[in-house]
């Protein structure tokens, strides 16, 4: 394909992620199998123009006047690329397979496109967030808001414990030309460029579970939750089981599993349930997995027996933006109200599966506040049973390295809520508040 090619297909996946509700890299796949003809350089090529587009969308489209697919890729010639307008002109001149000529608006406003935005553009945020932004971080409400949805995320993977030691691990990855970092904050973690991410799939690493992709972050918070060896743990909204995996790996919940060892993960949707049969196999953990019902149906035989629950629950995916930027603008404040109801209800079902003495664990990959504080601050106001349980308390844990104990309880400043940012942490957004059942 032509460079002109490449930019009129990312015009057409724009398009199509800005009048649909399908992730980009979704978007992505089905147009690489709706047109065959393109290789896979076109096809990367493609993708790297469309995330750059999406993560500036909001300054793009505030200097072009437009958030059509077009608008977008021809402000991001000029603002991102620094092309000037004859060089434009060249690739958007209606030849072949490539854009249409530029019009006189689209030439006006690229010679004015270069101004410096206002700060509210600059942060990228939706406008609903940016006085939560402001409330929750202060000052640096607008290096935060950059850094998670201007910056590209790395690809960070977590050693599975049940396999081996993270350097026999990355001797695996050696053997396919992979060599990765170590991440500063989970001892099990490794961390390599995002571009790798198409890639993974194919390692001998991966295929045989020495590796899972999982944020550090997520690493950080399956760490903090204090999942043993011999313990009954829940994880209660399972998804596709990412979190199962980490807690399963710390509980040793292999084919040697130790006595009394239970992991039971839980969710409410077939589908994401069904996919992680797979992934268990693969990685060598044994689970029981369970569809429940929307209100806790199916977990009549649970309740007051877990030492540990794990709510990983559903959220706006805030902290995820700079992975999945598209959902900067798909997110509404209704969403995040409707979101914040749903989570307080979950987790008041999964705290009644929590025995005495055992920990209850409710995480967001989210930014937001009403997500985060406001529902752990509702939870202990109306569930008094159950008290705030210190970060500091578990800052031992064998998964964290010495230089986690220390920006971590730094970040939680003594108290029992963590959250985590790319500006604070280089990681994902994600929260976590810890409690303790009392009686």
Known sequence: MTPAARLAAAIEVLDAIGGGSAPAEEVLRAWGRAHRFAGSKDRRAIAERVYAVLRARTRLA???????????????LRLQDGLDLDRMEALADGQGYGPAPLTEDERQRLRIALQPPPDWIAAGLPAFAIPMFQTRFGLEWLPEAQALTGARAPLDLRVNALRGGVDQAMSLLAIDGVEPGRTPYSAWGLRLPADLAADVTRWRAFQTGWVEVQDEASQIAAALA??????TVVDYCAGGGGKTLALGAAMRAGAEASPGARLIALDVNPKRLDAMAPRLARAGVRAEVRRIGSEGQGTEDLPNLADLVFVDAPCSGSGTWRRHPEGTWRVTAETVERLARQQLSILAQASALVKPGGRLAYATCSVLPAENEAVAAAFELNHPQFRPWPIARVLDAPD??????????????????????????GTDGFFLALFERTA
């Open 226 to 231: 204090g999942a043993r060896p011999g313990m």
């Open 400 to 425: 964290l390295t010495d230089a986690a104990r220390i920006r971590l309880a730094e970040l939680a400043g003594g108290g029992s809520r963590l959250q985590l940012t790319p500006h604070q942490s």
């Open 62 to 76: 505030w200097a072009m006047g437009g958030e059509s697919g077009r608008a977008l890729v021809i402000g991001a």
